[in-house]
């Protein structure tokens, strides 16, 4: 049983700047990979940033240079930083995490329930 808690949306006008938090609570064991994805309205849901339990980070190359991931491993929580935003960056921000329970032996992905980012004058 885990829950994800998000927070850090809003409205922010284009050139600003947001810093998104998931935070996951339960009896967790451990967390290897976490991320954030995005679903603007009509389109599919994609990756925006990933970082491993090591640090090592992906991005999208539309946030490239703009947005930056981290992650906090003593408080379960994982950041993302969104500098520079543009309207296109409009959409609903999704924090997903691959933990192990305690009771459990294998990871799997569970997914936060999402946080409004709206980029607009």
């Known amino acids: 049983q885990v829950q994800l808690v998000e927070s850090g949306g809003g409205l922010v006008q284009p050139g600003g700047s947001l810093r998104l938090s998931c935070a996951a609570s339960g009896s967790i064991s451990s967390i290897n990979a976490m991320g954030w994805y995005r679903q603007a309205p009509g389109k599919q849901r994609e990756l925006v940033a990933a970082i491993t339990s090591g640090d090592g980070t992906n991005y999208a190359d539309s946030v490239k240079g703009r947005f930056t991931i981290s992650r906090d491993n003593r408080k379960n929580t994982v950041y993302l930083q969104m500098n520079s935003l543009e309207p296109e960056d409009t959409a609903v921000y999704y924090c997903?995490?691959?933990?192990?329970?305690?009771?459990?032996?294998?990871?799997?992905?569970?997914w936060g329930q999402g946080t409004q980012v709206t980029v607009s004058s």
């Open positions: 997903n995490a691959n933990i192990r329970l305690f009771t459990k032996v294998t990871f799997r992905a569970y």
